[in-house]
């Protein structure tokens, strides 16, 4: 893990090494391509559903002064990492609440845009929608089969932008380099 970046830059697309994480983490590239449609306000509230390590609800809260996020995540282990990484990179802005994203939705303070990462269904992806404010936005990705079927689905319901996210980085491969693609990412956003 890399030192906590500078406070003053605010930018999302915050270097991987800079969350604790078990690997399950919204990677930079997608992060950035998620912030573009996700588009962080002065005072808005940010629902991170799934939020395995926190990323998204931190980059958010750093994004925009006041901003704030709540982020749910069901495994207690990934929740108290969650927690450690937003005390460190985002102090008082980002509550991490311990539950299944089905129970934990109809309880929280209603969202200008909200992020679900893995395995988004289509209850929990209807009720986000549903609770969003008039002009709030929603990004949802996947890499699952079934959830790229979830996601086409919102698309066809509710408009939007669907896109596929390739990322290659570059690794040695002996004296030379050679491209290595990360699990491409579906990503379904639409704005209310």
């Known amino acids: 893990m890399s030192a906590p970046p500078d406070d003053a830059d605010t930018t999302p697309g915050l270097p991987d090494d800079a969350f604790e994480h078990d690997g399950l983490l919204t990677k930079r590239h997608q992060r950035a391509s998620a912030f573009a449609y996700l588009r962080p306000r002065p005072g808005e509230l940010l629902w991170d559903i799934g939020a395995g390590s926190g990323a998204m609800g931190i980059e958010w809260a750093r994004a925009a002064a006041d901003a704030r996020a ?23 802005r980002v509550e991490i609440v311990e539950s299944d994203a089905a129970s934990a939705v109809g309880a929280l303070p209603t969202p200008d845009a909200a992020f679900l990462g893995g395995g988004v269904t289509a209850d929990v992806l209807e009720a986000c929608w549903e609770a969003l404010r008039p002009g709030g936005r929603i990004v949802a990705h996947g890499v699952t089969i079934e959830t790229e079927a979830v996601l086409v689905a919102a698309y066809r319901a509710h408009g939007g932008a669907l896109a596929r996210l390739g990322v290659e980085h570059a690794e040695p491969i002996g004296s030379f380099l050679g491209w290595t693609p990360l699990r491409a990412v579906i990503q379904w956003s639409g704005r209310k």
């Open 70 to 92: 709540i982020g749910v995540e069901r495994n207690p282990e990934r929740a108290a990492r969650a927690r450690r990484n937003a005390a460190r990179l985002a102090p008082g």
